[in-house]
């Protein structure tokens, strides 16, 4: 298949967040989701039960309120509340760490991928690639399980984004997350 | 590849890391950086939660159907306890062998340029130059030197078998000068003293 992408791009404080939020998306085990999610309806479920049929005293009712509001978190958890939390702490570090990022450079052929900018360079035969994992806003390269490089979608046309797909689909390494 | 770095370096050595010095490493960045950092404080706050419930169901005389939230809450901190203070280390040292196994790079050979301000990495796939202002934590341990920083919070781990005695004590000297705050050791106190 004959693919070359050549684009250069600036990481803007949007992309920065997304970035972020795509990387633990990528990362969060999704028995760990299931869990909680299951959990937090097992919480609503019995405090429900318990303040229709027990109710009880005060306390008590007090405690069936704290149960179904422990539900509520846990079901919202990786929906609402961490991807609050992820923006507002990768702002806020892109904030203080503005200088360190430069401008990136990103090649990609049949044969080798490359991520160049001020201080870093990689240069990898696309073999060598661990995944390539697609969100709604980011492409993010891993190079292993843990450490990638990424590419805002924006960047790349939706002609090259199809590219990139059918390219690593084939070789077994495109995740669409 | 990438610009190259100026003047002379104050050391250079060639490298290559082990699955455990790799895995020692990520298990220290975890501690410190990763999802284990402040496991101290919050396993303390489910030891005491779980021994407030504790005290409560003592209170009515362990009669769990009259108090299921405590006793819900009481497994769970339990849980959460032993996960942060003994699953999550265990688990980090896991990972990081995992990583180095997924990892194409890791186990290649790199070159170290340790120049006044900053330091090369590099070899035919990589090039990476890193300032010490941007380096967060200097770890030094029997085995290996662990330097963590970059906005993408990356590791290098530098293996000290690959280094002589006298090179290692003086990289050591090094990094302890030029990163005063974020230099940490938890090197033994015997092997301290043998390599002076």
């Known amino acids: ?177 | 590849m990438a610009a190259a770095a100026a003047g002379n370096p104050v050391m250079s050595f060639k490298n290559k890391l082990k699955i455990r010095e790799y895995s020692e490493g990520y298990r220290l960045f975890d501690l410190r950086r990763g999802s284990s950092s402040g496991r101290e404080w919050k396993s303390s706050v489910f030891f005491f939660l779980g021994l407030a419930m504790l005290f409560i169901l003592m209170m009515q005389r362990f009669n769990i159907v009259k108090l299921p939230v405590c006793a819900i809450v009481l497994l769970i901190s339990a849980y959460m306890c032993t996960h942060y203070v003994y699953m999550l280390p265990k688990k980090a040292k896991l990972k990081g062998e995992h990583i180095f196994k997924s990892s194409k790079l890791l186990s290649k050979e790199y070159e170290f340029e340790i120049y006044k301000e900053y330091f090369v990495m590099k070899n035919e796939y990589e090039y990476l130059k890193r300032y010490y202002t941007d380096i967060t934590d200097c770890l030094e341990t029997d085995n290996i030197f662990l330097l963590i920083g970059g906005i993408e919070k990356r590791i290098t781990v530098i293996s000290k078998r690959c280094l002589s005695e006298k090179k290692s004590e003086r990289l050591s000297q090094y990094f302890q000068k030029e990163m005063i705050r974020q230099y940490r050791t938890t090197r033994s106190k015997n092997k301290g003293r043998n390599a002076k």
Request: aromatic content about 12%; charged content about 25%; hydrophobic content about 45%.
């Open chain 1, 1 to 177: 298949m004959n693919i070359r992408i050549e684009e250069t791009f600036l990481v803007t404080e949007e992309d920065f967040i997304n970035m972020q939020l795509s990387k633990t998306k990528y990362l969060t085990p999704k028995e760990n989701i299931l869990i909680l999610r299951i959990m937090g309806i097992i919480a609503i479920l019995c405090g429900t039960a318990a303040f229709i049929n027990v109710r009880g005293n005060i306390y008590q009712i007090i405690c069936w309120f704290l149960l179904i509001a422990i539900g509520l978190f846990c079901l919202s958890y990786y929906d609402v509340i961490n991807p609050v939390i992820i923006r507002k702490q990768a702002g806020k570090f892109y904030h203080f760490n503005q200088k360190a990022i430069n401008s990136k450079t990103i090649r990609l052929d049949h044969q080798e991928f490359s991520m160049t900018d001020e201080e870093h360079t990689i240069k990898l035969p696309v073999q060598y690639i661990y995944q390539i994992a697609e969100t709604s806003s980011t492409v993010l390269i891993f190079f292993d399980k843990e450490e990638f490089g990424f590419v805002p979608k924006r960047v790349l046309s939706e002609e090259q984004l199809k590219l990139v797909r059918e390219f690593f689909e084939e070789i077994n390494k495109y995740k669409n997350v």
